[in-house]
Antibody, heavy 121, light 108 residues
Framework: QVTLKESGPVLVKPTETLTLTCTVSGFSLSNARMGVSWIRQPPGKALEWLAHIFSNDEKSYSTFLRSRLTISEDTSKSQVVLTMTYMDPVDTATYYC?????????????WGQGTLVTVSS | SYVLTQPPSVSVAPGETASLTCGGNKIGGKPVHWYQQKPGQAPVLVMYYDSARPSGIPERFSGSNSGHTATLSISWVEAVDEADYYCQVWDSTSDHVVFGGGTKLTVL
């Protein structure tokens, strides 16, 4: 059974750094061309892709947020970590991680439940 | 950057067919994926590679993609189909994933 679960702080202060962890089970991050995306959704707004990482350590970041994001993975722990620096109230959103299976055109077939992060002093 | 355009809302009566569009420059040349999101839930993949249905998605869902418009069609619409629907592509030029702004499907 494939699952992904996001974890991290529910509240961060402006200018702080956010660190989110996606713990996966039911598949291996080491599988060829397996990837994980981070996507966020501000309350009442649309989905926004942030970054993805693949098993060969290939990474890509949203152009708009590139300077603030870092994505990494620890295959031994089955975890993908996203850090976002200089958090601002506009970054308040539900953050999701999702699996990118190989050969499916960068679609995401399994999503975590999401974690709501509020940025406020 | 690549832009996907979706109408904010579509309304249909039960039993009718809903056609949800996703516009993009030469989108017909890109695989398009569709997600359904109900309030308070994570998105669910309902169509990938334009017209392929993941396991468990009803045959009432179908997809097409040509020219500058991709379409997700839901036939025999039911109340349970009421949700937000997002289209998504991967832009190979930038290696970026792009989502449309979403369409709220209302079942009258």
């Amino acid at each position: 059974q494939v699952t992904l679960k996001e974890s991290g702080p529910v509240l961060v202060k402006p200018t702080e750094t956010l660190t989110l962890t996606c713990t996966v089970s039911g598949f291996s991050l080491s599988n060829a061309r397996m990837g994980v995306s981070w996507i966020r959704q501000p309350p009442g707004k649309a989905l926004e892709w942030l970054a993805h990482i693949f098993s060969n350590d290939e990474k890509s970041y949203s152009t708009f947020l590139r300077s603030r994001l870092t994505i990494s993975e620890d295959t031994s722990k089955s975890q993908v970590v996203l850090t976002m620096t200089y958090m601002d109230p506009v970054d308040t959103a539900t953050y999701y991680c999702a699996r990118i299976p190989p050969g499916r055109g960068y679609s995401t077939d399994y999503w975590g439940q999401g974690t709501l992060v509020t940025v406020s002093s | 950057s690549y832009v996907l355009t979706q109408p904010p809302s579509v309304s249909v009566a039960p039993g009718e067919t809903a056609s949800l569009t996703c516009g993009g420059n030469k989108i017909g040349g890109k695989p398009v994926h569709w997600y359904q999101q109900k309030p308070g839930q994570a998105p669910v993949l309902v169509m990938y590679y334009d017209s392929a249905r993941p396991s468990g998605i009803p045959e009432r869902f179908s997809g097409s993609n040509s020219g500058h418009t991709a379409t997700l069609s839901i036939s025999w619409v039911e109340a349970v189909d009421e949700a937000d629907y997002y289209c998504q592509v991967w832009d190979s030029t930038s290696d970026h994933v792009v989502f449309g702004g979403g369409t709220k499907l209302t079942v009258l």
